[in-house]
């Protein structure tokens, strides 16, 4: 059974910075997929960054590029979203999850991944 636990979130002031974590257990890590999405009250969940099993490649939605980063250890198991300027619009519940599928066809697609963390909360003030 693969599980997901995210660690990092917390309150900041606008133009602060949060690192995120995800430790996956249970599975083969190198043989996942791994993102982050994020959620807001009243709003869908939406994609904020995937990175493939060697992290040859990375993805960001437009709202995050340039802010965000993604990063992962496979030795640690452990995914990585450093943030910094954050801004009160990316206040949610941020979600990591896995997908071992040989082929993601539409990586911002939450339906592509298979494994979900419980979630932690961001909240960014002004």
């Known amino acids: 059974q693969v599980q997901l636990v995210e660690s990092g979130g917390g309150l900041v002031q606008a133009g602060g910075s949060l690192r995120l974590s995800c430790v996956a257990s249970?599975?083969?890590?190198?043989?996942?997929?791994m993102a982050w999405f994020r959620q807001a009250p009243g709003k869908e969940r939406e994609f904020v960054s995937g990175?493939?099993?060697?992290?040859?490649?990375?993805y960001y939605a437009d709202s995050v590029k340039w802010r965000f980063t993604i990063s992962r250890d496979n030795a640690k198991n452990t995914v990585y979203l450093q943030m910094d300027n954050l801004k009160p619009e990316d206040t949610a519940v941020y979600f990591c999850?896995?997908?071992?599928?040989?082929?993601?066809?539409?990586?911002?697609?939450?339906?592509?991944?298979?494994?979900w963390g419980q979630g932690t909360q961001v909240t960014v003030y002004s």
């Open positions: 999850a896995a997908s071992d599928n040989l082929y993601l066809p539409r990586p911002s697609e939450d339906d592509q991944y298979n494994f």
């Open positions: 249970g599975g083969t890590f190198t043989m996942f997929f």
């Open positions: 990175i493939t099993r060697s992290a040859s490649r990375k």
